[in-house]
C-alpha cells in the first residue's frame, strides 16, 4: 500500500498544473511543509498558502497496467487546499468544498452538522425539582389534590393517608421482588439441569468415538476421530466451568 492525498490547487492555475501532471512534470510542484497541518505549493516561481483537510470519505485509488485488471495501492482521506488569495487557512477549511464529486458537495454541512444537546434541558429540570424540594421543607402541611383527566379535582387527601398507600405500594413491591427471586432460582434450577444433560450427551458421544477408533486402522481417519473427540472434551470443559462458575455464585 502506497501513501497518498489529493491536490487542490487555485483556480488560477489548475488547468496548467493538471496538464503537467499529465505530461510528467511532476518536478514543478514543490510542496513544503509548515505545520502539523499547514503547507506551501511552489509552482512556476510562485508560492500559495494551503492546508490539509479529511474527506468526508475514504477513496480507493487503483493502478492498471493494460487497461483491463485494476490493482487497488491506496486509502485516501486527506486533500491538500491551496489558494492564491491573502485569506486566514481557517477559513479556508470552512469554505472549501466537502468532498471530490457533485454528491459530496458540501456534505460535511449538510450531514455532519452539530446536533442539539439535551444537557441544558436536563440541568433546567434538576434545577426546578430541587427548588420544589426546598420549598416542600418550608411548608407546615402537605395537601395533595387528585385531578381527572378532564382536568376536574376529586376530594383532598392529608398526608397520612398518602403515607398508608405509599406503605402498601412498598408491602407489594417486597412480594414482587420475592417472586421475582423465587422465578430466578426455578430458572437456575433448570439451566443447571439442561447443562448437565449436555456433559452427558457429550460425555456418551465420546465413549462412541473412542470405541469406534479402536476398530480404524486407517491413519487418517484415526486423526480426524482423535481431532473430534478433542473438540468434544472441550467443549464438555466449557460447560463444566459454567456450572463451576453457577455453584459459586
Given at each position: ?5 489529493i ?54 485509488s487503483?493502478k ?13 482521506s ?17 469554505e ?5 464529486t ?14 442539539l ?67 430466578e ?65
Amino acid at each position: 500500500m502506497e501513501d497518498q492525498f489529493i491536490i487542490r490547487p487555485p483556480e488560477s492555475i489548475r488547468r496548467k498544473v493538471s496538464e503537467d501532471v499529465k505530461k510528467g512534470l511532476i518536478h514543478k510542484l514543490v510542496i513544503k511543509m509548515v505545520g502539523a497541518k499547514e503547507g506551501t505549493l511552489t509552482y512556476e516561481n510562485k508560492t500559495y498558502r494551503g492546508i490539509i483537510i479529511d474527506l468526508p470519505c475514504i477513496i480507493e485509488s487503483h493502478k492498471t497496467l493494460d487497461n483491463r485488471q485494476f490493482i487497488k495501492i491506496a486509502d485516501i482521506s486527506k486533500m491538500f487546499i491551496f489558494t492564491d488569495k491573502d485569506i486566514d487557512l481557517s477559513e479556508l477549511e470552512k469554505e472549501s468544498i466537502s468532498g471530490i464529486t457533485p454528491p459530496m458537495k458540501y456534505v460535511k454541512t449538510r450531514r455532519f452538522r452539530k446536533r442539539l444537546t439535551k444537557a441544558p434541558i436536563v440541568e433546567e429540570i434538576e434545577n426546578e425539582v430541587a427548588a420544589l424540594l426546598e420549598k416542600d421543607k418550608e411548608a407546615i402541611r402537605v395537601d395533595v389534590q387528585i385531578l381527572n383527566k378532564d382536568g376536574s379535582e376529586e376530594e383532598e387527601e392529608d398526608t397520612s393517608s398518602l403515607a398508608a398507600e405509599i406503605e402498601l405500594n412498598l408491602l407489594e413491591s417486597e412480594k414482587n421482588v420475592q417472586a421475582t427471586i423465587e422465578v430466578e432460582i426455578d430458572s437456575n434450577t433448570e439451566e443447571r439441569r439442561e447443562k448437565e444433560r449436555l456433559i452427558q450427551e457429550i460425555m456418551d458421544k465420546i465413549k462412541e468415538k473412542k470405541e469406534q477408533v479402536e476398530r480404524i486402522t486407517n491413519p487418517i481417519l484415526k486423526k480426524r476421530f482423535y481431532e473430534s473427540i478433542q473438540q468434544l472434551e472441550k467443549e464438555k470443559d466449557e460447560i463444566q466451568k459454567e456450572l463451576d462458575r453457577m455453584d459459586n455464585k
